[in-house]
């Protein structure tokens, strides 16, 4: 059985849930250790927290660090720190790994490639989003810390992927604005979506719902203003937009004038899931998206689909079939897409039950675990990458 070294970017408590846990699917054929930082609490029970969330899980081990009230540049730091130490501790002092994956090129991907190179083995880069765009849409008003981290970025994620003997990609264009990056030793599938433990409702409610954060990233401004485009013509119908947002203003006041438009607290995954199992649609407008869970979310809730037509959504998203795809940023193209869906139930439910289909055949588990063993698999038969 091989063994893994993951590292996650985190912040995240771990899903205690096996059949909602990764690692869990993922132990039939492998065991090692996850590395995360993760977000503490001020309150009593704190320290309690700090020791469930360093559980086991199938064939592997959770290991986090609890980082979250220093400033932000001594945190990235303190936490590659401790991807290094405790990934080149385990290695050498427990037992050794086959494979060093990270979940991103940024902080995770420096760490792996430092680990590469002090334990001499493979490193697999999975790219999550666009690296490309990952700081250019955070707020709606870049400043220059974005400024800086773009640029940081533009020169560190070429040289971090082209150090490592495989990258995971979420569809076959994302790193294609990067003409410095020459390692072509690619896997191209889905992260992994616990779909099977999503179970779509018979009944629905007449509101439009949207999941997710950074908000203006994600579109949110788009969809509001869309929504009150088409607000008159569907007066039953309510815009429900869920997700951390620490200042909502600036959508506060795109929303003034329309009731219908509920700008909500983020809230659990399984709040969230129930918030989807009764939407009457999903909307996901972002400007910058490599795949979307909560768009394999939505399909295992059986539910119709409007998203942009940006980045890998195309990909997993195909316009008439599982769902209809608009122009990024054109709120009116947005509000007749919505038009559409809201006029049309019969054909909405044909793209849902298209898109349940889909995932469950292409998206599932399952899947997921075929592919991740058939990536580790090419990866360990190839010569070493020096």
């Known amino acids: 059985m091989h063994r893994i070294l993951y590292l996650s970017p985190g912040p995240a408590r771990p899903n205690k849930n096996p059949q909602k846990n990764m690692f869990y699917h993922l132990s039939r054929y492998f065991s090692g250790d996850l590395l995360a930082p993760i977000w503490g609490r001020k309150d009593p029970k704190s320290l309690k927290a700090i020791k469930e969330v360093n559980l086991a899980m199938g064939n592997f081990q959770y290991h986090v660090t609890f980082s979250s009230k220093l400033p932000k540049i001594i945190k990235i730091f303190w936490d590659v720190l401790f991807y290094v130490f405790k990934g080149f501790y385990f290695h050498y002092f427990k037992k050794r790994y086959d494979v060093i994956i990270t979940y991103g090129p ?47 970025g533009d020169l560190s994620v070429p040289f971090i992927i082209n150090g490592a003997d495989h990258i995971k990609l979420l569809y076959w264009e994302q790193l294609k604005e990067y003409s410095l990056i020459k390692n072509n030793k690619r896997s191209v599938f889905h992260d992994f979506v616990p779909i099977n433990a999503l179970k779509p409702s018979n009944e629905s409610d007449k509101y439009i719902l949207f999941l997710g954060f950074p908000w203006y990233l994600k579109g949110v401004d788009i969809l509001i203003k869309a929504f009150k485009l088409i607000s008159n013509e569907f007066p039953e119908y309510r815009l429900k937009i869920v997700g951390y947002c620490p200042d909502k203003s600036y959508f506060q006041k795109l929303a003034e004038g329309n009731d219908k438009i509920e700008l909500c607290d983020p809230a659990f995954h399984d709040e969230a899931m129930k918030l989807m199992s009764r939407c009457a649609l999903f909307v996901l407008p972002s400007r910058t998206e490599a795949m979307g869970k909560v768009l394999i979310e939505a399909m295992a809730s059986k539910k119709p689909i409007i998203a942009s037509n940006v980045d890998g959504i195309p ?35 044909k793209l849902a039950e298209n898109g349940y289909r889909y995932v469950h055949q292409y998206l599932s588990e399952e899947r997921y675990v075929e592919c991740f063993k058939k990536m580790i698999e090419k990866v360990l038969k190839c010569p070493e990458r020096r």
């Open 106 to 152: 940024f902080k995770t991907g420096f760490a792996g490639y430092l680990l590469k190179k002090l334990t001499r083995t493979k490193l697999i880069i999975e790219v999550p989003g666009n690296p490309k765009k990952s700081f250019s849409f955070e707020t709606k008003d870049s400043n220059i810390i974005d400024k800086l981290k773009t640029k940081v």
């Open 315 to 349: 990909h997993y998203i195909k316009h008439g079939f599982n769902g209809l795809l608009f122009e990024s940023e054109n709120v009116e193209d947005l509000a007749e897409k919505i038009r559409i869906i809201l006029n049309n139930p019969d054909y909405a439910k």
